[in-house]
């Protein structure tokens, strides 16, 4: 399991499913759409609409296409 990134703010967080641990199953605000107080992840950084996040629970790190703003930058391999 990585750890939390250093970098992590409780400040900076975004509502996003995690596709690793799911844990936002079940949960009714979260299926409603709503802000969670439970399921939330941090928001490490951004790039227009591509955001870097780690889920708290798991540690798991993706990057998630918002759908909003500019087209996100081509993603390195």
Do not use: K
Not at 40 to 55: A, D
């Amino acid at each position: 399991m990585l750890p939390i990134d250093p970098s992590a703010d409780i400040g900076r967080r975004a509502w996003v499913p995690c596709p690793r641990c799911e844990d936002h199953r079940g949960c009714e605000p979260c299926a409603a759409g709503r802000n969670c107080a439970d399921h939330w992840r941090y928001l490490l950084s951004n790039q227009g609409r591509l955001l870097h996040l780690q889920c708290p629970n798991c540690t798991h790190l993706w990057s998630w296409d918002s759908g909003f703003g500019a087209q996100p930058p081509t993603l390195q391999p």
